[in-house]
């Protein structure tokens, strides 16, 4: 079956550790997408990625990187400089053409 | 930009109808529609791309308003499983396929 994974569902760190937070799909899209998403909020854009090798930041990128090595892959690693990194972290794909984005099951970070 | 959602929550009894609407301040390439049940992705549901366009299925349907700055989303005779938050995102002319700006969420419940 085709879709989007992420890893791990429910992640715990101390604050002050960078953690980094996995994205893959198997439906050979091109575009992928982090999204940060705060309880009783909408999402907000971290960075996204149009093709391997290039990505642009979103509207929070501060305190986030990512990379994009492979085109299944898109990880995005919360780094200690991050104010307040405890969020439900969202991923999502996109074909070339197409409008509807596929996300994943979101990854629930929280920070002691 | 941000859009604007109204309501944020609205209570309905199974059988009632609902409209959720979605502004922006200027007009808009695109409208996207989603539903997130609590601790899960979002769901998919429609885009839409022209203006005065109305697009459906089922019980649910959605407009885009002439000068698409406005697009509702409505929901009728609704189900218990229609319960759930519904965000709208939305797309500018000149960022078309890169950055879908959500807005902060209608959260609906449907009662027996």
């Known amino acids: 079956d085709g879709g989007i994974t992420q890893s791990p569902k429910y992640l715990f760190r101390k604050e002050g550790q960078n953690v980094t937070l996995s994205c893959e799909q198997n439906?050979?899209?091109?575009?992928m997408y982090w999204y940060r998403q705060d309880p009783g909020q909408g999402l907000r854009l971290i960075y996204y990625?149009?093709?391997?090798?290039?990505?642009q930041k979103g509207d929070i990128a501060e305190g986030y990187s990512v990379s994009r090595e492979k085109k299944e892959s898109f990880p995005l690693t919360v780094t200690s400089a991050q104010k307040n990194p405890t969020a439900f972290y969202l991923c999502?794909?996109?074909?070339?053409?197409?409008?509807?984005?596929?996300f994943g099951p979101g990854t629930r970070l929280t920070v002691l | 930009q941000q859009p604007v959602q109204s309501p944020q929550a609205v209570i309905l009894r199974e059988g009632e109808d609902a409209v959720i609407n979605c502004s922006s301040s200027?007009?808009?390439?695109?409208v996207h529609w989603y539903r997130q049940k609590h601790g899960e992705a979002p769901v998919f549901l429609m885009i839409?791309?022209?203006?005065?366009e109305q697009k459906g299925h089922e019980k649910i349907s959605a407009s885009f308003n002439e000068k698409k700055q406005q697009s509702s989303l409505y929901l009728t005779a609704s189900q218990l499983s229609y319960s759930g938050t519904y965000f709208c995102?939305?797309?500018?002319?000149?960022?078309?396929?890169?950055?879908?700006?959500f807005g902060g969420g209608t959260r609906l419940m449907v009662k027996p």
């Open positions: 999502a794909s996109r074909g070339r053409g197409q409008g509807k984005k596929f």
């Open positions: 439906l050979n899209h091109d575009a």
């Open positions: 990625s149009q093709i391997v090798n290039d990505f």
């Open positions: 200027k007009a808009l390439y695109s």
């Open positions: 839409l791309l022209k203006g005065g």
């Open positions: 995102g939305t797309e500018m002319p000149n960022n078309a396929g890169n950055m879908l700006t």
